[in-house]
């Protein structure tokens, strides 16, 4: 248990479909972020969030739709995604957006159909 | 790129044997990280190693950084059969919320 939890672990979707990735982290961080896990990839920076302003995007499709409402919520709209947005999202807190420990959720598995 | 670059992409050792990874970046950085990942699972943060610092130890881990060669390695000595994951090397540089992964190095400790 690292105090990040993601819901769902596991989501389906066709492309037309429109869904969302939940993110809650228990610790009291101000910064907040999603990655994006594809096999063979680094990781890659999505969004950031830092006290629930927005202080990166990491040129990311708009079919991707973050959401911020407190320090301790962040959700990843999706719509109209692709196959090759299937990949393990994974959200993680820190203290603030410049410190440095970064604390994981267990993932959320999409595979867009 | 600003991404961390792991050396060896796999790695295979028997129980008891020591583990080195080695990570190697292009930038300065404040901070390099090691992290673990369990099949599927989320990472874990293991270490953090300052940019003024050369060497870190916490139990069976050691991390070296060496910045004039822009190199770091993560050492696991007497490794088990639960060591078995994908270990990620992170560097911190001077953008805000800018974390760079690589792409990990795949260990298995075979018992």
């Known amino acids: 248990e690292t105090g990040v939890t993601q819901t769902p672990r596991h989501l389906v979707m066709g492309m037309t479909n429109k869904k969302s990735l939940k993110c809650e982290q228990h610790l009291g961080h101000n910064a907040m972020y999603w990655y994006k896990q594809s096999a063979k990839k680094p990781l890659e920076l999505m969004f950031v969030y830092n006290f629930k302003e927005q202080t990166e995007n990491n040129s990311v499709p708009s079919r991707f739709s973050p959401e911020c409402p407190n320090s301790s919520h962040l959700f990843l709209h999706l719509h109209t995604l692709q196959p090759e947005d299937s990949a393990l999202y994974l959200c993680a807190s820190s203290g603030t957006a410049n410190t440095g420990e970064l604390f994981f959720g267990e993932g959320s598995r999409l595979t867009v159909l | 790129s600003q991404q961390g670059e792991e050396d060896p992409q796999a790695l295979s050792i028997q129980e008891g044997e020591n583990a080195t990874m080695n990570c190697s970046y292009k930038?300065?950085?404040?901070?390099l990280q090691w992290y673990r990942q369990n099949s599927g699972r989320g990472l874990v943060h293991l270490i953090l190693i300052r940019s003024n610092e050369r060497e870190k130890h916490s139990g069976r881990l050691r991390v070296t950084l060496d910045t004039s060669k822009k190199s770091s390695s993560l050492l696991i000595t007497a490794s088990r059969a639960a060591d078995t994951a994908s270990y990620f090397c992170a560097t911190w540089g001077s953008t805000l919320g800018r974390l760079y992964f690589g792409r990990g190095t795949q260990l298995t400790v075979w018992p």
């Open positions: 930038t300065s950085i404040n901070n």
